[in-house]
């Protein structure tokens, strides 16, 4: 119970007037009134041990296309992952990465307020030769003078898209390094309580490099978009132009 104490005030024929003080008690029950959506999963069987350390993240896209990362973290050493709390939205991706393994997007996850949601096992998927090959080396550049962010894109059908790595560059810098997958990503459908049944985009995955910020005081952005990446321990060099904006 929470006491309030307002000046009541009454508007009549023009006259803004007091009528004095009151007192009003509010019952508000915090745990009831705040409600979050629980969003997470477990691996289970041989499929932990692929998954340990992977990142995962529920990602959102918008019409425009800027994709916006809602929340993200880990797979613990036991398979679980936990993103809770999200909002309640529509149209998520929710996104698996890990070195060396392409990328596991589950796409049009619809969470409504109250949403407990528990993603079941799926395998990541990769022997020896696809986990070597599929690294890709990234040195990047961006003017010198600016301070930005830049986000590592694939481009998915019907407009959507999923960030698979994110940096920052310092004014003074101008250099950014990532650490990419190489191949096409994996695509399942939400089924709600089924597990993702993937299946590969086309071969070769296009990457976009995204970079919004600062030079001085003015706002700038750029894209490198529709870059096909090579793995192994050659770098692939990515220029990102930048304009005001």
Do not use: C
């Amino acid at each position: 119970m929470l006491p309030l104490q307002v000046d009541l005030l009454d508007l009549r024929n023009g006259v803004l007037a007091s009528l004095g003080d009151i007192e009003l008690v509010l019952d508000f029950d915090a745990a009831r009134s705040v409600v979050k959506v629980e969003f997470g999963g477990t691996f289970a069987g041989d499929d932990i041990a692929l998954a340990d350390g992977a990142s995962v993240s529920l990602q959102a896209v918008d019409p425009d296309g800027k994709v916006t990362v809602v929340r993200a973290g880990v797979v613990e050493a036991d398979g679980t992952w936990n993103l809770t709390p999200v909002p309640a939205g529509t149209g998520y991706n929710l996104v698996v990465t890990k070195p060396g393994f392409r990328t596991a997007v589950v796409t049009g996850i619809d969470l409504a307020e109250g949403d407990v949601v528990a993603v079941p096992s799926f395998a990541l998927g990769a022997d020896a030769t696809e986990i070597a090959a599929n690294t890709a080396l990234v040195d990047g550049t961006v003017d010198s003078a600016a301070a930005v962010a830049v986000q590592a894109l694939n481009k998915l059908d019907g407009g959507n898209a999923v960030e698979i790595a994110f940096a920052t560059v310092a004014e003074g810098e101008g250099a950014f390094a990532m650490s990419l997958p190489a191949l096409a990503p994996m695509v399942a459908p939400y089924v709600p309580g089924e597990a993702p049944a993937f299946s590969p985009m086309g071969e070769p995955a296009l990457h976009d490099f995204v970079a919004v910020g600062t030079i001085g005081t003015a706002a700038v952005a750029g894209a490198t978009t529709d870059v096909t990446l090579s793995g192994g321990d050659m770098p692939n060099v990515v220029d990102i132009p930048l304009a005001e904006i």
